[in-house]
């Protein structure tokens, strides 16, 4: 049986190096100052993590990212660790485009803070830095919300505390991943909103009513209109009532057995025959009638 992965706290050395994860390029000041770096390395002694969870970087935000970078140096310190493959060197934590961006702007040496981390806390915090980056959307961010509950074990309210988010807001995103794949890749191209998305978890068939608010450009008050009105209203059917033959054997059997008896007849002359004991005493006396 697979281990279930340990239910951790975010609240100690994550939650100190989720300080260290700013990504703000700019020093702006709605957020905080960046630390101060551990010392400035070669350029060419970092190295990209293997793992790292994201793939691709756009190539508008580097091109903005390097014409930063060019002007005002690097200001926020990459998180690095000792490379476990290249002895003397470092491997990204986190800050990959800034150490991209770093090399087109031609810097020969960038500024780092060095932490001592397992390999399951640099992917940790390589999910939770690709989260907290502005432009990440919806689907890829509920993603991420799941590999560190699946992976790591980690609950939404530990999530809300460490990331700063709401609790109904992880919620929220976590009920997107229900959508069909189809579904969700629209989000990801921006043709739908995460809140037209949400008025579609709910209908039967998301993919064909998501095609009609991309057409019409419907608002997420009218997808929600549709959403509802798709939903097919289910008839309430009416067991007919028991024939007074079948009432008569159900309290036959009831006193004989000494146990509620409930007969099931269908047309079809088949049913089902249902004891129901109040304990395990009278289950046991129930047994033992049966076997005689």
């Known amino acids: 049986m697979a281990k279930k992965p340990e239910r951790k706290n975010l609240g100690r050395g994550l939650s100190a190096l989720l300080a260290d994860v700013n990504l703000d390029n700019t020093g702006a000041s709605t957020t905080p100052a960046p630390p101060a770096a551990d010392s400035e390395v070669p350029i060419e002694k970092v190295h990209a993590n293997p793992d790292q969870p994201r793939r691709t970087f756009a190539e508008a935000d580097l ?32 800050g990959e485009r800034r150490w991209r961006a770093a090399q087109r702007a031609q810097l020969h040496s960038i500024p780092v803070l060095v932490r001592d981390l397992s390999d399951t806390e640099v992917l940790e915090l ?33 999530l809300a505390e460490a990331l700063g988010k709401s609790r109904s807001h992880i919620a929220n995103l976590l009920r997107l991943l229900n959508l069909p794949e189809p579904v969700l890749e629209l989000l990801r191209q921006g043709k739908l909103s995460a809140g037209h998305a949400r008025a579609l978890v709910p209908a039967d068939d998301p993919l064909a009513l998501a095609r009609i608010v991309i057409a019409k450009g419907l608002s997420v008050r009218q997808t929600e209109a549709l959403a ?32 509620k008896v409930s007969i099931d007849h269908k047309p079809g002359g088949n049913g089902e025959l249902r004891l129901k004991y109040k304990d395990l005493e009278q289950l046991d006396g129930l047994c033992r009638l049966l076997s005689q």
Do not use: C, W
């Open 228 to 259: 509802k009105s798709q939903k097919p209203v289910k008839k309430r059917t009416l067991k007919p009532a028991k024939d007074a033959d079948t009432r008569a054997i159900e309290s036959d059997l009831t006193a004989h057995l000494g146990v």
């Open 63 to 94: 091109a903005d990212l390097t014409a930063s970078i060019a002007e005002k140096g690097v200001i926020q310190p990459l998180i690095v660790r000792p490379d476990p493959a290249h002895p003397g060197d470092y491997q990204i934590v986190a």
């Open 126 to 158: 390589a999910i939770i830095e690709n989260i907290q980056r502005a432009d990440l959307n919806a689907a890829e961010e509920a993603a991420g919300y799941r590999q560190l509950m699946d992976r790591f074990g980690h609950t939404q309210e530990k």
